[in-house]
């Protein structure tokens, strides 16, 4: 399949309308999860289950060459609690599990969208516990800053980790990957511009396939919360 180079696009913020829709919406998201048999799903299944939020707009991509403004005020309230409440709900299935598993929130800041309720079971319990890097420097998530939540996030513990994109040296492709060579050149172009701005940069000591190295720019903080 051919491609096209990735171009930096100028993009309008859509405004978002039908707040009360959204909140049905919600809702609805919150009800299907909590009603989960998480069991059979996590154990019987595919060893881990998310809940993402799983709500338009912030459940596509936008088709309109316009960015999605995060959730704010009220309608972030209504999905936080609906993560929180779905956090509750699993871990009462698990514990009858009897076996070791992994339960979190992840919550994402800025891209509060991206966050969601994940859990997992047996050799995916430390897969998850491994899948994102922990600076050195430590921070402590601010709860006050989600208003009437805050009592139910203290009851939680929280870990600080970095929210980063991933790339690799293979991410370009080859010339005969594109339409023309001109694309091609114009995605490497791009791509070099893109390693000139802060990232780390891990180097595997045998390739996997082509990739040799990956990179990952850090977009913002990642708080993992559990019991």
């Known amino acids: ?6 171009k930096f696009t100028p993009m309008r913020t859509k405004k978002i309308r039908g707040h009360f829709r959204r909140f049905k919406n919600i809702e609805k998201w919150r009800i299907e999860h909590i009603s989960l048999d998480i069991s059979d799903y996590v154990v019987n299944q595919y060893d881990c ?6 709500i338009h707009p912030w459940s596509g991509l936008s088709l309109t060459n316009s960015s999605i403004p995060e959730p704010k005020r009220k309608t972030k309230q209504k999905i936080l609690a609906g993560l929180l409440d ?3 709900a699993w871990k009462i299935q698990l514990d009858e599990i009897g076996q070791p598993y992994y339960l979190k929130i992840w919550l994402f800041e800025p ?7 994940v859990c997992a079971v047996e050799n995916r319990i430390a897969y998850y516990e491994n899948n994102f890097f922990k600076p050195d420097s ?6 006050s800053d989600y208003g009437s939540l805050q009592s139910r996030l203290r ?3 929280w870990e600080y980790y970095f929210d980063e994109d991933y790339y690799d040296n293979s991410d370009i492709g080859k010339p005969e990957d594109y339409a023309t060579i001109q694309d091609f050149e114009l995605a490497k172009i791009w791509f070099a511009k893109l390693l000139q701005r802060p990232h780390r940069t891990d180097t595997f000591t045998e390739p996997i396939c ?3 190295e990956s990179y990952m720019f850090k977009r913002g903080s990642l708080w993992i919360g559990g019991l």
Not at 49 to 54: D, P
Not at 111 to 117: C, D
Not at 138 to 143: A, F, S
Request: charge should be positive; glycine fraction near 0%.
């Open 1 to 6: 399949m051919q491609t096209s180079a990735i």
């Open 49 to 54: 289950y998310y809940a993402k939020i799983r």
């Open 86 to 88: 779905i956090y509750d």
């Open 111 to 117: 891209r509060f969208s991206q966050s969601q309720v």
């Open 138 to 143: 430590d921070k402590t998530l601010k709860k």
């Open 155 to 157: 009851t939680l513990k």
């Open 210 to 212: 082509d990739i040799i």
